[in-house]
């Protein structure tokens, strides 16, 4: 059993359409993340959700709109696409906002924006 | 954000201990330290992390220097599944989250 899972794996798709990733934890944990990985590597958190209240929230454009139906899913929706959102994005969870630094990452899901 | 600096790749024969550094100078003395690495594609993977004392699990050993101000992350017997980016980070704490800030990492290529 996958502890993170995010779908889909990978998403291509025209600039300034609509696009959502979603992701799932199976580990009980009370906290969950986004995180976004550019084309030079760099790993920015976007996102923090304790239990499905926003704790964490980035200089992130206001297009970037993060949902959290339960604790066990954190959903990230995207509106008018650009060239630049164009990266990997991975989702982590945590036992809780006191583990926040032992998380456990999903397998990412790549993003190409044409 | 306490910063951390560490050299941009290594290479590490098959077999041996790779010592892998970081700097963080600027460190609270709450402040913990973390590494993680990234092996080719995959999400991050949590190894390792330590207050004050030196750490050790079935992955790897943490040590840091009595001031705080650096660490040494040793794997003490490299194999090739091993090539990754190990990423040293100090975890940062505000008054309701916490949150890990990713650097540029250091390039562990394994080698038979």
Excluded at chain 1, 7 to 16: D, F, H, I, S
Excluded at chain 1, 65 to 93: M, Q, R, T, W
Excluded at chain 2, 49 to 66: Q, V
């Amino acid at each position: 059993d996958t502890a993170v899972s995010q779908t889909p794996k990978y998403l291509v798709t025209q600039m300034g359409n609509d696009k959502s990733i979603k992701c799932e934890q199976n580990l009980g944990h009370d906290t969950m993340y986004w995180y976004k990985q550019d084309s030079k590597k760099f790993l920015k958190i976007m996102f923090s959700y304790n239990n499905k209240e926003l704790i964490i929230n980035e200089t992130v454009p206001n297009r970037f709109s993060p949902k959290s139906p339960d604790k066990a899913h954190l959903n990230l929706h995207i509106n008018s696409l650009e060239l630049g959102d164009s990266a990997v994005y991975f989702c982590a969870s945590s036992h809780d906002r006191a583990f926040a630094g032992e998380l456990f990452f999903g397998e990412g899901s790549r993003l190409t924006v044409l | 954000d306490a910063k951390t600096t560490q050299p941009p790749s290594m290479d590490c024969a098959e077999g041996r201990a790779a010592n892998l550094p970081c700097n963080h100078s600027t460190i609270s003395g709450n402040e913990y330290v973390y590494w993680y690495r990234q092996i080719h594609s995959q999400g991050p993977q949590y190894i390792i992390h330590g207050l004050k004392n030196n750490e050790t699990n079935e992955m790897a050993s943490l040590i840091i220097t009595e001031d705080r101000k650096s660490s040494t992350l040793i794997l003490p017997h490299a194999t090739l599944r091993d090539t990754a980016v190990y990423y040293c980070i100090v975890r940062s704490d505000t008054g309701t989250a916490s949150k890990l800030t990713f650097g540029t990492g250091t390039r562990l290529q394994v080698t038979l």
